[in-house]
Structure formats: structure tokens, C-alpha cells
Nanobody, 122 residues
Framework: QVQLVESGGGLVQAGDSLRLSCAAS?????????MGWFRQAPGKEREFVAW???????YYADSVKGRFTISRDNAKNTVYLQMTSLKPEDMAVYYC???????????????WGQGTQVTVSS
């Protein structure tokens, strides 16, 4: 079982930057897992944001491409989401997720964190 713990959420103004972190622990070879981020805004469905493979290949939702950067430190079992030029529509609970398969990362990763709130004021 893999445990994921997010941190770094908070209240920012539109145009600001924020970095989220997700620390992974558990029995699997975590460094080989695909790691990613999803978000869920009030009244909306959870949506995919970005993922990164164990060897650094990345994939982004169109809505965040060019503004968000996902990265990982396998030595620390941690994945990051650097968010810049934040908009009010980026406000959501951000969830860290993980799965052995890139194919499942956009739709149904097996491991989930509890989420961290990002609030963007206009």
C-alpha cells in the first residue's frame, strides 16, 4: 500500500505562484511509480492536471500547460507541482495520485492522497 501526503496549499492572489509537494511512502518501489496531480473545484468533477513517469516524462492537461510544472525527486520519494500565473479557476482541492501505469493515470490511479486546498483570490 502506498501512502501519499500533500502539502503546500494555501491562499494566493491571481497571478501568484505556489508549489505543492506530495511525499510518498509504502511497500512498493515508489521511484518506479507514475506520480501525478488531480484537482476538484466545488461543484465540479475531479479532473486530471499532470503526471510524471519514473524517468521524467511529463504530461499536462491543456488548461495548465505552460503554467504548471510537475517534477519529482526519487531520492526523496516526492513529487512537486509548481504552479505559476494562478487564476481563480485554478482554485480547487489538489490531490496527489499514483499508479504503476501511465495509462491509468488520467482516469483511475490506484493510490490517492487526502488533498490540499488551493484558494486563488481575484
Amino acid at each position: 500500500q502506498v501512502q501519499l501526503v500533500e502539502s503546500g496549499g494555501g491562499l494566493v492572489q491571481a497571478g501568484d505562484s505556489l508549489r505543492l509537494s506530495c511525499a510518498a511512502s509504502g511497500g512498493r518501489t515508489i521511484s518506479r511509480l507514475v506520480m501525478g496531480w488531480f484537482r476538484q473545484a466545488p461543484g465540479k468533477e475531479r479532473e486530471f492536471v499532470a503526471w510524471i513517469s519514473w524517468d521524467g516524462i511529463t504530461y499536462y492537461a491543456d488548461s495548465v500547460k505552460g503554467r504548471f510544472t510537475i517534477s519529482r525527486d526519487n531520492a526523496k520519494n516526492t513529487v512537486y507541482l509548481q504552479m505559476t500565473s494562478l487564476k481563480p479557476e485554478d482554485m480547487a482541492v489538489y490531490y496527489c495520485a499514483s499508479d504503476p501505469s501511465t495509462a491509468r493515470m488520467r482516469t483511475g490511479p490506484v493510490y490517492w492522497g487526502q488533498g490540499t486546498q488551493v484558494t486563488v483570490s481575484s
